[in-house]
C-alpha cells in the first residue's frame, strides 16, 4: 500500500518541476564576444575633395621651446635705484697733489717783453713756505744782464740821445703766492698731471743803472704782480709758466723828474718741494 502512495506522488511532481523551468528566464552566454554593430556600406558614389597641386603642402607647425629657467638673481641690500645720485659722484674730490707744510725752492729764468731797445735775461731762486695749500709766503732774488739791440742807435738819434727807460739790473722781493684753481689733464689717455693756477704779489727793492754813481741813488722800492701757472708731475717737481709786472719810481738824469718803470717779466723754472712725499689728511 505504501509504495502504490509513494508512485502516486512522485507522479504528481515532475509536471509541476517542468512547468516551473519553463518560466525562468533563459541566461546570458559569455563564451563568445559580442558582434560589432554592422555599418551601413558607404555609397559609391560619393567623391573625395580634389587635391590642390599648385601650392606646397604647408609645414607642420612646430611647437615652442619651452622658457628657459630664470637664472637665480643675487640678493643685494640695496639696488642702484636706492643710492642717490649725490652718493654716486662726488663734486668735490680729494686733491692729488698737497703742499702745505712743505719748503719749495724754485730756480727761475726770466726775461723782459717790454724793452724795445735792451733785452734783458735774468736768473734767480725763489724760496717758498707753504702755510696752506692755496697759499704761500715766498722770498725771491733775481739777477738781469743786458743784451743791446739794433733799435738803441735808432732811438738815441729820434730821442736826441734820451732813453728814459731805466736798466734792471737785479731785484730782491718778498711776497704771496696765492693758488685759487685746482684741476687735473690728462695727457694722451695714459696719466693725469696736477696743476694749478697761482697770482703773486708783493714789494721790495730793485737796483737800477742810476743807484750806482754818477748819480747814485741807491736801490728803489718796488712792487710786482702777476700770475701763471704750475704743473705738478712728480710728488716733489712742479713747472710753471708765469708772467709779473714789476713798478718802481726811477729819475734816469738828474734835469728830469722820476717816472715810475713798468717791467714785464716771462718766467720759466721749475719748484723743488721738501719733505719729498707727503700724506694726505682729509678736511
Do not use: C
Not at 502512495?5 to 523551468?21: D, G, H, R, Y
Not at 560589432?36 to 567623391?47: F, I, L, R
Not at 731785484?171 to 693758488?179: A, F, T, Y
Amino acid at each position: 500500500m505504501r509504495t502504490h502512495v509513494a508512485i502516486a506522488w512522485l507522479a504528481a511532481a515532475i509536471p509541476a518541476a517542468s512547468a516551473a523551468q519553463q518560466q525562468e528566464q533563459p541566461g546570458i552566454d559569455l563564451s563568445q564576444p559580442a558582434k560589432p554593430a554592422e555599418q551601413p556600406p558607404a555609397k559609391s558614389d560619393e567623391e573625395l575633395p580634389p587635391i590642390d597641386l599648385s601650392r606646397p603642402a604647408p609645414p607642420p607647425a612646430r611647437e615652442a621651446p619651452p622658457p628657459a629657467p630664470e637664472k637665480p638673481r643675487a640678493v643685494q641690500p640695496f639696488s642702484e635705484k636706492d643710492v642717490a645720485l649725490g652718493d654716486k659722484v662726488k663734486a668735490v674730490q680729494r686733491k692729488g697733489f698737497i703742499k702745505k707744510g712743505r719748503l719749495e725752492l724754485a730756480p727761475i729764468f726770466a726775461a723782459t717783453v717790454n724793452d724795445a731797445f735792451y733785452q734783458k735775461f735774468g736768473y734767480g731762486l725763489r724760496l717758498a713756505y707753504n702755510l696752506h695749500d692755496a697759499f704761500a709766503i715766498a722770498v725771491r732774488g733775481t739777477k738781469y744782464a743786458k743784451l743791446r739791440t739794433d733799435n738803441v742807435r735808432e732811438g738815441k738819434l729820434a730821442f736826441q740821445s734820451q732813453l728814459l727807460n731805466s736798466d734792471i739790473d737785479q731785484q730782491v722781493m718778498i711776497g704771496g703766492v696765492w693758488s685759487p684753481i685746482y684741476g687735473k689733464a690728462s695727457i694722451l689717455q695714459s696719466s693725469i698731471i696736477h696743476f694749478d693756477l697761482f697770482l703773486q704779489a708783493g714789494f721790495g727793492l730793485v737796483w737800477t743803472a742810476t743807484s750806482g754813481p754818477p748819480l747814485s741813488q741807491g736801490p728803489h722800492v718796488a712792487a710786482d704782480f702777476g700770475g701763471g701757472l704750475r704743473f705738478y708731475p712728480k710728488e716733489w717737481l712742479a713747472f710753471e709758466l708765469g708772467l709779473l709786472a714789476t713798478l718802481y719810481p726811477d729819475q734816469p738824469q738828474a734835469q728830469l723828474p722820476a717816472t715810475t718803470q713798468r717791467v714785464f717779466v716771462l718766467n720759466v723754472g721749475m719748484s723743488f718741494f721738501w719733505p719729498f712725499t707727503f700724506d694726505y689728511v682729509y678736511p
